[in-house]
C-alpha cells in the first residue's frame, strides 16, 4: 500500500486534479486515513466552502464551520426536507449531516460513506441526533430498495467516483417518483459533461445548474490562514503539502486550477419523474 512520502504530494495532486485515474480503493485507503488523522484537526466536514449573500443564523458551535455549512444549505435550500426520507451519500466526517438533520427537520436522515472508519466515527460523534443514522455504502452500488428516498443529496464526493453512470443509475432507483437529487461538486470542462450525461440518461430531469466557482474561491480565500494553520499543526512537514494541496491552500495546484479556469465547482438539482 501507498505510504505517504514525497509520492503523497503527487497523489494529493491527482486527486484533485486528476481524479478519473484514481481508483476507488486508493480514495477509500486516502479517507480512511482522514478520519483518523489529526490534520483535519476536530473538523467535521472536508470541503471547500460556500459564500454568496445568504445570512443563515447558526448557533456558537456551528458558527465555526460556516463556510463549509453554507455550501451545503446552498445545495439543498430550495428541497422540501422536513418530515421526508432523506439520503446523503458521501457524508465524510458528518457534519454536515448533523447540521442538516438538527436544522431542516427531516424524518430520517440516512447518511453513507464508502470508509467505514468515517461511517463509525460519525456513529459515535453524532449519536444523540434521533432523526440521523451513519453507515458504510458505497455510491455506485447502495444497498437500499428501489423507491426509497424524497429527497437524495451530494457534496463534494462524487468527483471520486470511479463510474458516474453507475452513481447516476442508483440515484435514480433509489429515489421515489417525483423526488429531487441535489448535487454539488468540482470538474474540469469534460468531467462536467460526463457527469451531466449520466445523471441525464437515467430519466433524471433537470430543474436548475448553475456554476459556483467565485462563491468557493470566496470561501477558499477566507478560510486559508485557518486551515493553513491547522494542517501545520497536525502534519509533519514531510507531507504537509500534500495536505495544503489536497485542501485547496492558496498557491497550490488545486487552487490555481480554480483560478484559471481549469476546474470548476458546479451545482445541480434534478427529479425523478412522477409516475
Ligand atoms: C471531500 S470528502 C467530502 C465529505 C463531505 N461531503 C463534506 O462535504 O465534508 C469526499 C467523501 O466522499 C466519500 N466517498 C468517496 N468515494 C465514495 C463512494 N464510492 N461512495 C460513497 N462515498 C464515497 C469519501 O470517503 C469522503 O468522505
Given at each position: 500500500?501507498?505510504?505517504?512520502g514525497i509520492p503523497?504530494?503527487?497523489?494529493?495532486?491527482m486527486?484533485?486534479?486528476?481524479?478519473?485515474?484514481v481508483?476507488?480503493?486508493?480514495?477509500?485507503?486516502?479517507?480512511q486515513?482522514?478520519?483518523?488523522?489529526?490534520?483535519?484537526g476536530?473538523?467535521?466536514?472536508?470541503?471547500?466552502?460556500?459564500?454568496?449573500?445568504?445570512?443563515?443564523i447558526?448557533?456558537?458551535e456551528?458558527e465555526k464551520?460556516?463556510?463549509?455549512?453554507?455550501?451545503?444549505?446552498?445545495?439543498?435550500?430550495?428541497?422540501d426536507?422536513?418530515?421526508?426520507?432523506?439520503?446523503?451519500?458521501?457524508?465524510?466526517?458528518g457534519g454536515?449531516?448533523?447540521?442538516?438533520?438538527?436544522?431542516?427537520?427531516?424524518?430520517?436522515?440516512?447518511?453513507?460513506?464508502?470508509?467505514?472508519?468515517?461511517?463509525k466515527?460519525?456513529?459515535?460523534k453524532?449519536s444523540d441526533?434521533?432523526?440521523l443514522?451513519?453507515?458504510?455504502?458505497?455510491?455506485?452500488k447502495?444497498?437500499?430498495?428501489?423507491?426509497?428516498?424524497?429527497?437524495?443529496?451530494?457534496?463534494?464526493?462524487?468527483?471520486?467516483?470511479?463510474?458516474m453512470?453507475?452513481?447516476?443509475k442508483?440515484?435514480?432507483?433509489?429515489?421515489?417518483?417525483?423526488?429531487?437529487?441535489?448535487?454539488?461538486?468540482?470538474?474540469?470542462?469534460?468531467?462536467?459533461?460526463?457527469?451531466?450525461?449520466?445523471?441525464?440518461?437515467t430519466?433524471?430531469?433537470?430543474?436548475?445548474?448553475?456554476?459556483?466557482?467565485?462563491?468557493v474561491?470566496?470561501?477558499?480565500?477566507?478560510?486559508?490562514?485557518?486551515?493553513?494553520a491547522?494542517?501545520q499543526?497536525?502534519?509533519?512537514?514531510?507531507?504537509?503539502?500534500?495536505f495544503?494541496t489536497?485542501?485547496?491552500?492558496?498557491?497550490?495546484?488545486?487552487y490555481?486550477?480554480?483560478?484559471?479556469?481549469?476546474?470548476?465547482?458546479?451545482?445541480a438539482?434534478?427529479?425523478?419523474?412522477?409516475?
Amino acid at each position: 500500500m501507498l505510504r505517504l512520502g514525497i509520492p503523497a504530494r503527487i497523489f494529493a495532486t491527482m486527486l484533485r486534479l486528476l481524479p478519473g485515474r484514481v481508483g476507488d480503493r486508493m480514495w477509500r485507503w486516502w479517507y480512511q486515513r482522514l478520519a483518523k488523522r489529526d490534520a483535519w484537526g476536530t473538523l467535521d466536514f472536508m470541503n471547500y466552502g460556500f459564500v454568496d449573500d445568504t445570512s443563515l443564523i447558526l448557533t456558537e458551535e456551528d458558527e465555526k464551520s460556516r463556510l463549509f455549512i453554507q455550501l451545503y444549505n446552498m445545495n439543498i435550500r430550495e428541497l422540501d426536507i422536513s418530515g421526508k426520507q432523506v439520503l446523503e451519500v458521501g457524508s465524510g466526517r458528518g457534519g454536515g449531516a448533523s447540521w442538516i438533520a438538527r436544522t431542516y427537520k427531516p424524518n430520517m436522515l440516512t447518511a453513507i460513506d464508502y470508509s467505514p472508519q468515517a461511517a463509525k466515527m460519525c456513529s459515535r460523534k453524532f449519536s444523540d441526533i434521533t432523526n440521523l443514522n451513519f453507515s458504510e455504502g458505497n455510491a455506485m452500488k447502495m444497498t437500499f430498495e428501489d423507491n426509497t428516498f424524497d429527497v437524495i443529496y451530494n457534496v463534494e464526493s462524487s468527483h471520486c467516483y470511479s463510474n458516474m453512470d453507475s452513481f447516476g443509475k442508483e440515484v435514480f432507483r433509489v429515489l421515489k417518483p417525483g423526488g429531487k437529487f441535489a448535487w454539488t461538486d468540482f470538474r474540469d470542462k469534460k468531467g462536467l459533461k460526463n457527469t451531466q450525461e449520466a445523471f441525464l440518461s437515467t430519466g433524471l430531469i433537470s430543474i436548475k445548474d448553475e456554476e459556483i466557482t467565485k462563491q468557493v474561491i470566496t470561501a477558499l480565500d477566507q478560510i486559508n490562514e485557518e486551515k493553513q494553520a491547522m494542517i501545520q499543526k497536525g502534519t509533519g512537514k514531510f507531507i504537509r503539502r500534500s495536505f495544503e494541496t489536497f485542501a485547496g491552500v492558496k498557491g497550490t495546484p488545486v487552487y490555481e486550477a480554480f483560478q484559471n479556469g481549469t476546474l470548476g465547482y458546479y451545482r445541480a438539482i434534478f427529479q425523478k419523474p412522477e409516475l
